[in-house]
Structures are given as structure tokens and as C-alpha cells.
């Protein structure tokens, strides 16, 4: 069993830039596929970002596209979600998930469902 542990969340003016980390510990890291969730106030939790157990095989939400590079480093047990161009409707609650499902693996998983192992989250928020 994995555990998460979320860093790097802060206040940034729109424009601005921020880089999540998400350290991994209690398995083998690269077992996994990893996400990047977030959860704004009022709203459901909501897929960001996938990696699949080695790079460069990457997936994003249309919202973020371009804007947000999700990787890994599976030496050091940790993924980072660079987050540029940040806009006021990026504040919320960012989380990261870990799966060791195949299919995850092989093709991508979007839903948090398919995500067993979760930190308990950083807050960032971007003023206009």
C-alpha cells in the first residue's frame, strides 16, 4: 500500500506559475500510474493530469492542456505536476493519486474511481 503525501500549493497571481510535488512511500513506486485530481469549492473532484508508470506516455484534461506538464521520477518516488499560465479557475484543492490497476497502465485512467491510494491534498489558489 502506497502513501501520498502533496506539496508545493501557495497563493500566485493569474499568470503565474507553481510546481506540485507528490512523494510516494510504502510500495514500489513504479508499479503505479499516478493522476493529478482537483476539487474547487462546490464542485466534484475533477481529473488533471495521468502518467502512466514511465514517462513520456502523459494525458490532461483539455482545461489545462498546454499549460500544465505532469512527470515522474521513479528514483526518487515522486511525481510533480508543473502548473504555468495559472488562471483564477485553477484554484482548488489539488490531489494525487495512485492506481496499480493494469489497464491504468497500459491505456490511461481519468475517472477517480479508478484511483485506490490518495494524498491528502494541497491548496492552491490564484488571484486575478
Known amino acids: 500500500q502506497v502513501q501520498l503525501v502533496e506539496s508545493g500549493g501557495g497563493l500566485v497571481q493569474a499568470g503565474g506559475s507553481l510546481r506540485l510535488s507528490c512523494a510516494a512511500s510504502?510500495?514500489?513506486?513504479?508499479?503505479?500510474?499516478m493522476g493529478w485530481f482537483r476539487q474547487a469549492p462546490g464542485k466534484e473532484r475533477e481529473f488533471v493530469a495521468g502518467?502512466?508508470?514511465?514517462?513520456?506516455?502523459?494525458y490532461y484534461a483539455d482545461s489545462v492542456k498546454g499549460r500544465f506538464t505532469i512527470s515522474r521520477d521513479n528514483a526518487k518516488n515522486a511525481v510533480y505536476l508543473q502548473m504555468n499560465s495559472l488562471e483564477p479557475e485553477d484554484t482548488a484543492i489539488y490531489y494525487c493519486?495512485?492506481?496499480?490497476?493494469?489497464?491504468?497502465?497500459?491505456?490511461?485512467?481519468?475517472?477517480?474511481?479508478?484511483?485506490?491510494?490518495w494524498g491528502q491534498g494541497t491548496q492552491v489558489t490564484v488571484s486575478s
Open positions: 493519486a495512485a492506481t496499480n490497476k493494469g489497464y491504468c497502465s497500459a491505456y490511461g485512467c481519468s475517472g477517480s474511481k479508478e484511483y485506490d491510494y
Open positions: 510504502g510500495g514500489t513506486f513504479s508499479n503505479y500510474a
Open positions: 502518467i502512466r508508470r514511465s514517462t513520456p506516455n502523459t
